[in-house]
């Protein structure tokens, strides 16, 4: 799991207990030189160097300097509890156990209790124990807030129903610290003011189980479940602001992530699906390792000698001293392992382990001056790079105990010279090729740097520009040559003629334009010019109504503003102007609309022109008898300028029906009988009278003498009568007669 790196780094003072058996093999209080060498700092593109160390010691070196006496076999460190976690902060170490935290100077104790338990009560323990930026001790429970020490005194700090899991608390930059949740209000949570106030930067209720920070401050945590999208391992390149899953940078069949760690030198390590993973990039990339000794691996930690550690939850606890390639079981812990371990870490040089029934350290093994070079060499005290730019190339040399590290940048001098772009020039002309980035330049064919000259051929002009250092670099530029050309052309135009070169000219003859040819150079052109005019013309026309002109156009007024363009017989423009004069004859009247009886006359007259002619032989002015029926006759009317106009007169000739509404048979000649003018020329017809009671009194036809008065050659009296007239054709007419005596 994450280990305080800061705390194992700090210089401290080894507590020499005389009542202890050392090692004798082992000496303390030692340091390691490590300085690299090389021939020079500086070479150019191209060259080999060759890096060295010849490294002394004074005693066995690693990561952590020793602070405690070697312990050969597990030892209990507190008395027996249910514990968590512990941590080293400067020389102070701090212990949490279920219900308690306790303070020591000694890694073996004895412990002073901080009073968590009297002052907050058995909460329940979670994994968090670690400082903010001020300095206060934080704890977790596993349902309550967090709590930091002030002073003397607990407070709580929000975050209630932590959960347990991990290395919760991690101080990053900008005074800000991260913690790691799972359980109830799971997620990863920030503050940038000491846990007054806190923000969820994932938010997708994910258990997170693990953080480490690399080299670089990339921070990676771990765990999930409920939000595949960042379940497994997920990194974040902003302090922790914001979040990326990266599971497929491991293997792309890497769903969960249950581990993290980082080795004393910062190499990243993680364990998904049970395969180890490795980064030597602070996390950039990722490469197969090792896979774990068996499936379900819940704590992972790395030894400052190299050494690797891992529980498995009903399988035992594990050591590898060659990366994961081989493991071996660790069969002499105290007690029995399976369902009681809560946490593994490295502490100084000892191995800790808190379980329900204890927490127990160990020693952990020293190993023999191991080398690593960051090109990935090891175990060389010598190498020899061809860097192909300025590169930085560090060392870390390590007895398992102690390290040194150091670092050498080899500046790779590779001058980069700049000639310009490829020129083109005229023949004739000069150019100047100026390379920079040098101190010195040396051009071919003769050409001095910065100097004109005028080529007279295309080709490569190549020049080596040398640095201070004796470091040179080759580049080329390519020189176009162009020509000049001539030409003649003969052009037609019409009025005017623009010239290649813009000139504008009105006149025949021969000129000459100078333009820039395709290449940019001179092109002569002679211009052997022939100029034509256009001509202009008026087309005067006289019509009726309207008139269409050749312009395609149809005119019903007078106009002379129309103009048309034709072409003339040296191919311009011709300019044909309409003037155009439209006679209208508008006042054409055949007359009214008329209506006759059947053999009356009518007389059709026409107005508003000089003479009419009508269609169906009729005559203007002339009496005729029209036929039965409605007929439409047509009159066509002059005027003096011979515009005509027509015009239509409908006569209709009827026969005349008339249904008189009384009879008086009084033998006076006057309205002695119902007699219905015009029924003669319906011979079809069929009259019914009817008296108020329905009885039909009268009954004939077109040809029936008409009604006088009488039913069965008897009067009938005065009164109302009802008729029905069927004219045969389709008409029918009812109504009331009234009888008079």
Known sequence: MKKHLSALRNELQFLALSAILFISSMSWGQSINCSI????????????????????YSGNAGCAPFQSPVLNSWTEIAPTADYYNLIKEGSTYYLRSVSDVFTSSNINGPWTSLN?????????????????????????????????????????????????????????????????KAGFLRDLYVSDNNGNNW???????????????????????????????????????????????????????????????????????????????KSQNNGDTWAYLNNVPALGASYFEIATNGDFYVFINNNGFYKSSDNGSSWQLISDFPIALNGIVRYLKQIDDKIVVFTTQGVFSRSIELQTNPVWWSDGTTNQSSIQVQPTQTTTYSVTVSDGVGTCTDSITIQVNNPQINAGSDLSVCEGDSVTLSATGADTYAWDNGVVNGQPFS?????????????????????????DVLQPTTSIISPTSCNSYMAPDN??????????????????????????????????????????DSYTWIDGNTYTESTNSAIFTLQ?????????????????????????????????????????????SWNSGVSDGIAFSPSLGSTTYTVTGTDGNGCTDSDEVIVTSEYCFEIPGALSPNSDNNNDTWEITGLQNYPNA????????????????????????????KDLPTADYYYVIELGNGDNYNGVVTLKR
């Not at 333009?515 to 013309?537: K, R, W």
């Not at 004069?581 to 059709?604: A, M, W, Y």
Request: glycine share 10%; hydrophobic share 30%.
């Open 686 to 713: 069929q009259i019914s009278v009817f008296d108020r009671w329905g009885q039909k009194v009268y009954e004939g036809t077109s040809t029936s003498a008409p009604w006088d008065g009488k039913y069965k050659e």
């Open 568 to 612: 003339n017989a040296s191919g311009c423009d011709s300019v044909v102007t309409l003037n155009l004069t439209v006679n209208k004859l508008q006042t054409l009247n055949g007359g009214e609309d008329q209506s006759v009886c059947k053999g009356e006359n009518v007389i059709l007259s026409a107005s508003g022109a000089e003479t009419y």
């Open 199 to 277: 923000s969820n930067v994932t938010n997708v209720d994910n258990d997170y189980w693990d953080i480490v920070v690399a080299e670089n401050g990339n921070i990676f945590s771990c765990g999930g479940s409920n939000t595949p999208s960042l379940t497994g391992i997920i990194k974040s390149t902003n302090n922790g602001q914001n979040w990326t899953q990266i599971n497929s940078q491991l293997a792309a069949s890497v769903t969960f992530v249950y581990a993290l760690e980082k080795d004393c030198i910062g190499n990243l390590y993680a364990i998904g699906n049970d395969k180890i993973y």
């Open 116 to 180: 968590f338990n009297s002052q907050i009560g058995n909460t329940c323990s979670g994994l968090m124990l670690g400082f903010d930026w001020s300095n206060q001790l934080y704890v977790s429970t596993c349902h309550n807030d967090l709590y930091a020490l002030s002073g003397t005194t607990w407070v709580p700090k929000g975050l209630g129903g932590f959960g347990c899991g991990g290395n919760f608390i991690q101080k990053l930059n900008n005074n800000r610290i991260l913690v790691v």
């Open 37 to 56: 060498s090389s021939t020079n700092n500086s070479i150019c593109l191209g060259d080999s160097i060759t890096l060295e160390i010849n490294p002394s």
């Open 455 to 479: 080529p007279t051929v295309d080709g490569y002009y190549t020049v080596v520009g040398t640095d201070t250092l004796g470091c040179s670099n080759t580049v080329s530029v390519f020189l």
């Open 503 to 544: 000139s504008l000219y009105t006149n025949s003859g021969q000129y000459i334009a100078i333009i820039p040819n395709a290449a940019g150079c001179d092109s002569t052109i002679t211009i052997n010019l022939t100029v034509n005019n256009s001509t202009t013309g008026t087309d005067t026309k006289t019509a009726c």
